[in-house]
């Protein structure tokens, strides 16, 4: 086969491409469809198996349904604020303006959501959200979002190539032209021509050793877009859910819905203290419960009552569980207790009611931990389970810095700022999907096709197939370079930094390049997990490096970046925002650029709204 | 830690055989964290499906000890371990390559069931209302994660391969969830009767038993279908009214 280019590959042709097939991938292909274009979608898994389908606690949405107080002026207040202000202003008000016609659309296409007493999308509490604003489905919101989509998608037109993973973006004189990919099936090479692509490739959590995210989340479309010319923003910032699941071992890392919280579960130490009401940020101060009984009634739905401090924002909560494991006061395995049992002492019906309200949360425990979590308490601990940073676009069309290439949801930068608010991103991937697959079928009507180099496809299927064919004379083992990658990811660029620790990891990096030079991929083409990962470490060592550099560049503590050599905000880096791009040698380059400043009738919003 | 035995399926669409490997069990693991350590321990290339491992996603569906299952949500200590543990791919769905099974027949089926079609807007805002009582039942169903274990165990699927006559469990349960959604306005129940062979179904409830879900698919979903297209296509007086009326 080598040689004869046309034999190599098949070729695919679409107006719009879209690069992933979760939430915001099938709500871009959806709205391009819908604006004339032909599209593609490609999933790196079966069709709606994608990462969204583990979200739980539900979708926020400034509704007001349950509290009328309630408004997009709100809900941009609250996601600048636990962003900590370097949040792309216009994305966040975008999102918080669009966030509920994306909603009530879903329940058009069929999503059946919780109702209120009066038959209207219910509502509940999260943390950082100032009202109940969260629509869901018990705690399998991402399902019903997924499904939703899904169903409604496959009867649009579109065509769905499952299990087929993209490697490179091709470009056609600096603009996007196509996609090379391989399919897992049978390994073959597949040439996508497009006119316009949209990455929604989700995040990067398979960076870490502990994490809630699946096989897929390598980076790939953060690197996919790099590796293109685009710019990575915001990488520094990663996610560290407050509670994962941290018994038994093989389960580490799974997550726990905020949810748990938000229907009145409480955080305790191994003294049977709630210690999160010890450290109350003083900007969250006024809307804080002062006291246990005050948060239980503001879980059940008082209005007069303010939030307790389990609900305060993921970054905080994180890093006060942390304080807690490293001060000795942890849980037996590691972790801090999460406690939903103790509502029995309030509601006659609290066995009926948790299993009502969390039942997958239910299940989990009860199935993996042996744990009943309506008796006794949860052991948790924080987990790598999202990115902030990602490719930087235009906050109204999606468009990255290369034209013709768009992103939505996880691996777009910018709603999100220093630390996402739970529910936040579910929204997120239907607003900036569909804006996305908008602009992107629009720019595929005004520009012809671009043409590929057939030399450079030809080059990057013979790299590809590399490490199954020198499988035969030995070499590094991949499952072996993402563990040990994993593990020094964990441990020098994880919950807390510091300089010393974060340069190293860059160095490791190159230790890190030099293994994967040499990994190799025994057996052959066909559905082979060996070469798959051998495949998905080029993206892994991308998104890592980023993250690593991003993260040593800022020298304060500020959302998902903590440091313990600088543990306090800097208002000078407030005001910027890290960026990565490849350089002409190929190495990467970080530099600074001003956080966009927004104009003074947002800031009197913000000013009315987080008093 | 004990050392355990896994019989695994390796082989193709040309066919295949079980193969042995023996890797460490700790604590809380499941067959699938078994599957992944043998993978990286010594067959890098074995094929298995999987994504969320927390069960809600329904990818890595297979047999064990003879019973489809997910392999995230088995726990090994719950396997008689002084024996080996067969895994094997679903077997109402041709092998790709070990034990991942093609269940794009899934996909092509559900393309071919009606949307959901909604009632005019009960609001001016273009929302409706509805009572939570009224979505208890739609809201069962779709806790279905496709995993297509129902689909698997089904003998009108997995022993008589009906795949051209016969929809499944998991689509009955897929139409059930909009046959019985509040707003929705379309019907089903010709194509049910005709082309989907809901009759093939004699209720042995399989489909429920190994349901990861816990839905009720037989109770709740298929009976109720069955209910309604005796009703329609073979209640005599209304076939009586018909005759008269002329429609066929």
């Given at each position: 086969m080598a040689g004869d280019s046309t034999a190599r590959y098949t070729t695919h042709e679409h107006d719009v491409l879209v690069i992933g097939a979760g939430g915001a991938g099938l709500r871009a292909a959806i709205e391009a469809s819908a604006g004339g274009a032909s599209v593609g979608l490609v999933c790196k898994s079966l069709l709606g198996k994608a990462h969204t389908v583990m979200a739980e606690g539900g979708v926020a949405a400034a509704l007001a349904n349950v509290d009328q107080r309630d408004g997009w002026q709100v809900h941009f207040a609250d996601t600048m604020r636990g962003g900590q202000y370097v949040n792309q202003w216009r994305m966040a008000q975008l999102h918080a303006q669009e966030a509920p016609d994306r909603v009530r659309e879903l329940e058009a296409w069929g999503a059946v959501f919780d109702r209120t007493k009066d038959g209207r999308i219910l509502q509940r509490n999260f943390g950082?959200?100032?009202?109940?604003r969260l629509a869901h489905v018990g705690d399998r919101t991402g399902l019903e979002m997924i499904r939703t989509l899904q169903d409604h998608g496959v009867h649009r037109g579109i065509d769905v190539h499952m299990e087929v993973t993209v490697v490179r973006l091709l470009l056609d004189g600096g603009r996007v032209a196509g996609a090379l990919a391989y399919d897992r099936e049978r390994g073959r090479f597949r040439l996508f021509r497009a006119k316009a692509i949209v990455l929604a490739t989700g995040g990067i959590g398979r960076a870490y050793e502990i994490t809630s995210n699946s096989w897929e989340y390598t980076g790939d479309g953060h690197t996919l877009a790099y590796d293109a010319g685009a710019e990575l923003i915001d990488m520094e910032y990663v996610q560290f859910h407050p509670t994962g699941m941290v018994w038994p071992p093989s389960v580490r890392g799974i997550l726990v819905t905020e949810g748990v919280r938000g229907e009145g579960g409480v955080l305790r130490n191994s003294a049977g203290k709630r210690f999160m009401f010890d450290d109350i940020p003083d900007n969250y101060r006024p809307q804080t419960a002062s006291d246990p009984e005050e948060g239980w009634r503001y879980t059940q739905g008082d209005k007069s009552a303010r939030r307790p401090p389990e609900l305060l924002t993921r970054d905080h909560v994180a890093r006060c569980i942390m304080r807690e494991i490293k001060a000795g006061r942890g849980s037996p395995h590691g972790g801090v207790f999460l406690d939903i049992s103790w509502i029995k002492q309030k509601l006659g019906s609290a066995r009926e009611h948790i299993k009502k309200k969390l039942p997958s949360m239910y299940h989990q425990f009860k199935e993996l931990a042996g744990i009943d979590i309506t008796a006794e308490p949860m052991e948790v601990g924080p987990t790598t389970h999202y990115v902030m940073g990602g490719v930087r676009v235009d906050?109204?069309?999606?468009?990255?810095?290369?034209?013709?290439l768009f992103a939505a949801g996880e691996v777009a930068a910018g709603l999100h700022g220093a630390n996402r608010l739970g529910g936040n991103s579910l929204s997120d991937l239907l607003v900036f999907g569909k804006r996305a697959g908008e602009y992107a079928a629009r720019w595929a009507k005004e520009h012809s096709a671009g043409s590929v180099a057939a030399g450079e496809v030809d080059a990057a299927i013979t790299r590809m197939l590399a490490p199954i064919e020198r499988a035969a004379h030995g070499g590094e083992n991949p499952f072996a370079i993402q563990h040990d990658l994993q593990k020094e990811m964990q441990a020098l660029v994880g919950i807390v930094r510091n300089q010393a620790e974060m340069d190293r990891m860059v160095d490791r990096l190159a230790s890190y390049r030099q293994r994967a030079a040499k990994v190799v991929a025994p057996g052959n083409r066909e559905y082979n997990p060996g070469w798959h990962s051998a495949l998905d470490l080029h993206c892994l060592l991308t998104v890592s490096e980023a993250i690593a550099r991003s993260a040593a560049a800022r020298r304060e503590s500020r959302g998902g970046h903590f440091r313990e050599d600088f543990p306090d905000k800097d208002a000078k880096f407030g005001k910027l925002t890290t960026m990565v791009k490849k350089g002409p040698d190929g190495s990467m380059q970080l530099s600074h650029v001003p956080v966009p400043q927004w104009p003074a009738e947002m800031q009197k919003i913000m000013d009315e709204n987080t008093k | 830690m004990i050392a355990a035995k896994f019989n695994v399926w390796r082989g193709d669409t040309g066919g295949g055989a079980f193969t042995t490997y023996t890797t460490q069990i700790g604590e809380g693991m499941v067959v699938l964290d078994a599957v992944h350590q043998i993978q990286a321990e010594?067959?890098?290339?074995l094929a298995v499906r999987w994504n969320c491992k927390a069960g809600k996603c329904g990818s890595c569906s297979a047999e064990i000890n003879g019973k489809p299952r997910l392999m995230c949500m088995t726990r090994c200590e719950d396997l008689p371990l002084d024996q080996p543990v067969t895994v094997q791919p679903l077997k109402a769905f041709k092998p790709i390559k070990d034990l991942v099974t093609d269940v794009s027949w899934n996909f092509a089926v559900k393309k071919k069931i009606k949307p959901f079609k909604p009632r005019p807007p009960d609001h001016q805002d273009g929302t409706w209302s509805m009572q939570q009582e009224d979505i208890d039942r739609v809201q069962e169903f779709r806790k279905c994660i496709e995993c297509f274990l129902c689909q698997d165990v089904c003998h009108v699927l997995r022993d008589h391969a009906k795949h051209d006559e016969f929809i499944g469990p998991r689509f009955f349960v897929h139409t059930a969830a909009l046959e019985m959604h509040p707003l929705d306005t379309e019907d089903r129940l010709s194509e049910l009767q005709k082309t989907q062979g809901i009759g093939y179904c004699n209720i042995t409830k399989c489909c429920t038993v190994v349901c990861p879900e816990h839905i009720t698919i037989t109770d709740n979903a298929i009976i109720p279908l069955k209910e309604r297209v005796v009703d329609r296509f073979y209640d005599p007086l209304k076939k009586l009214w018909r005759k008269l009326l002329g429609k066929s």
């Open positions: 950082g959200h100032r009202y109940p906050s109204d069309s999606q468009m990255s810095t290369v034209p013709g | 010594s067959a890098p290339d």
